[in-house]
């Protein structure tokens, strides 16, 4: 069975960059990422790109170059970017093509996402004063936190990680530490989530270049093996984001069903994890998703975040670039920005922030709208 | 004086003479509810469906607190930062059918609590055409 390698990498700095729009924001990545691989645009032989709110991807070879390659738009919610790279990697793995890139950049408006639910009439879901998804997760950590007792002290503790994190990410937004008690009494938006304890809509670009890994060697020295790239749709009876009924029955949401069928194709398990990157939305979810992984069982989280085991030198490090709470959510770049953070730290290049003990196997995973999930397990 | 009522859309609110009611589906092969009404199950994935008012008292299942004001468009009601008040939201489940989600008229942390009993009514968005544009809520009843 064809293996696939990720050889070639490039980000674009996440945050507010005013002047450039999303889409340059992509093209400025996959420059970088082929530099990265020592490629030119012209031999790359296919791409899958996407964003949310900044366009079209396919558009951006008016400034790449005219090379006539196939390029597919990808548009599928929160899992944008892990579907262009899950569709990048079945397409290797189909034999069609070698050498591909998956594209993901995103600028959206300031402030929580405006969710438009109605194309003709009245609106009247967001007209009521629904239909924001901070409500959604406000909503699910309250009722875990009390189910599983999670403390609004541990809450705190995951976005302070964050803002540590990220001082040390050249390329996050938010660089600037935090205390537990600043997080704590910032304005409450969500009850009981506070300002920093959620990310913020923002943008960036990324792109990944994969081909088939007994060629790697011939763009890499260190070249990333992409052993899962997984994407669901929700079932019967689970608790999604923008749900005006929800039904009496309940089943795992999303990213258990992904995060299993992740862990059975890459044949092996959560505890050979060695660094994860966890959908931070908001500080509950990274908690929720460490369980919902499979990474500790429900109520854990409460012990581990007080031992720092998420924390770099920890024994699991959790979002070591500072994840979306510090990068925010680009929605179209935010999945590949989770593996683009992963290859560096398999490749053992990730500087000051770099996981101790030579990593061997990463992890990253994204929920969201409208009830979606991508995981995607990595190896060197 | 009171103004007549409008409802933010009669084919998911409907204001009776015995107060608002919220349209929904119900499966007619498997017992599936759905709010607002749609033309298959989720469950089953039948077309078997039909139109039912839903019930109007049920138990908090999730709550949390609107604390900013909603983005206008799309956003009915009072948006601006100096006159906004924060709103309860949560879900009800209605025994035997489902859970809805819903604004609720309580919107302080200390007066929620899972599994608190709660019933049907309406809140004011906003007036349009000297009539007050209401939507449907949940308040904490005895």
Redesign the interface.
């Known amino acids: 069975m064809t293996r696939i390698a990720i050889v070639g990498i490039g980000i674009h700095p996440f945050g507010r960059t005013e002047g450039v729009s999303g889409q340059d924001q992509g093209s400025y990545a996959v420059r970088a990422a082929c530099k990265d691989a020592g490629v030119e645009w012209g031999d790359i032989e296919f791409a899958y790109g996407g964003s949310m709110a900044a366009g079209a991807a396919d558009t951006m070879v008016s400034k790449l170059g005219l090379t006539g390659l196939q390029f597919i738009n990808v548009a599928n919610g929160c899992a944008t970017g892990g579907s262009a790279l899950l569709s990048a990697y079945s397409t290797i793995k189909s034999g069609a093509y070698d050498l591909g890139i998956a594209i993901g950049f995103d600028k959206h408006e300031r402030g929580a996402f405006r969710v438009k639910t109605a194309s003709t009439g009245r609106d009247w879901y967001g007209g009521t004063g629904l239909a924001l998804t901070t409500q959604f997760f406000g909503m699910k950590i309250n009722r875990y936190m009390s189910e599983y007792g999670i403390s609004q002290r541990t809450l705190a503790r995951v976005s302070a990680k964050a803002f540590r994190n990220a001082e040390l990410n050249e390329n996050a937004w938010r660089r600037k530490p935090l205390s537990e008690e600043e997080i704590l009494h910032s304005a409450m938006l969500s009850y009981p989530l506070t300002q920093y304890m959620f990310c913020s809509p923002g943008e960036g670009g990324v792109a990944l270049i994969l081909a088939r890994a007994d060629q790697a060697h011939k763009y890499t020295d260190k070249p990333i093996f992409l052993d899962a790239a997984v994407v669901k749709s929700r079932r019967f009876g689970s608790f999604e984001v923008l749900a005006p009924s929800l039904a009496l029955d309940w089943s795992a949401g999303p990213t258990v069903d992904t995060s299993k069928k992740a862990f059975e194709l890459a044949g092996i398990g959560p505890e050979d994890v060695d660094v994860a990157q966890l959908q931070d939305t908001e500080s509950g979810a990274e908690i929720m998703h460490m369980a919902e992984n499979g990474f500790c069982e429900h109520g854990e989280q409460e012990f581990m975040l007080e031992k720092g085991e998420t924390e770099i030198g920890g024994r699991l490090p959790v979002n070591t670039d500072g994840g979306c709470l510090a990068n925010g959510e680009p929605v179209g770049a935010s999945g590949l920005r989770q593996v683009y953070e992963i290859v560096h730290q398999l490749r053992g290049d990730a500087g000051t922030r770099q996981v101790p003990n030579n990593p061997k196997v990463g992890y990253t995973h994204v929920y969201g709208s409208p009830g979606i999930s991508g995981v995607n397990i990595l190896s060197r | 004086m009171a103004l007549t009522q409008l409802s933010?859309?009669d084919t998911?609110?409907e204001l009776t003479d015995d107060g608002p009611r919220l349209i929904?589906m119900r499966c007619k092969d498997c017992d599936?509810?759905?709010?607002?009404y749609q033309e298959g199950c989720?469950?089953c994935t039948g077309t078997n469906v039909e139109k039912i008012r839903l019930g109007t008292k049920g138990k908090l299942?999730?709550?949390?607190?609107?604390?900013?004001p909603?983005?206008a468009?799309?956003?009915?009601?009072e948006a601006s930062p100096e006159k906004f008040q924060p709103?309860g939201?949560?879900?009800v489940?209605i025994d035997?059918?489902?859970?809805?989600?819903?604004?609720l008229t309580e919107s302080d942390?200390e007066k929620l609590q899972?599994g608190m009993p709660m019933e049907l009514t309406t809140v004011v968005?906003c007036e349009e055409d000297d009539r007050d544009l209401v939507?449907?809520a949940f308040e904490p009843c005895a």
């Open positions: 933010i859309k998911i609110l929904g599936n509810h759905v709010f607002p989720n469950r299942w999730a709550w949390t607190v609107q604390g900013f909603p983005k468009p799309p956003y009915l009601g709103y939201v949560g879900y489940e035997g059918q489902l859970k809805v989600e819903a604004r942390p899972v968005l939507t449907y």
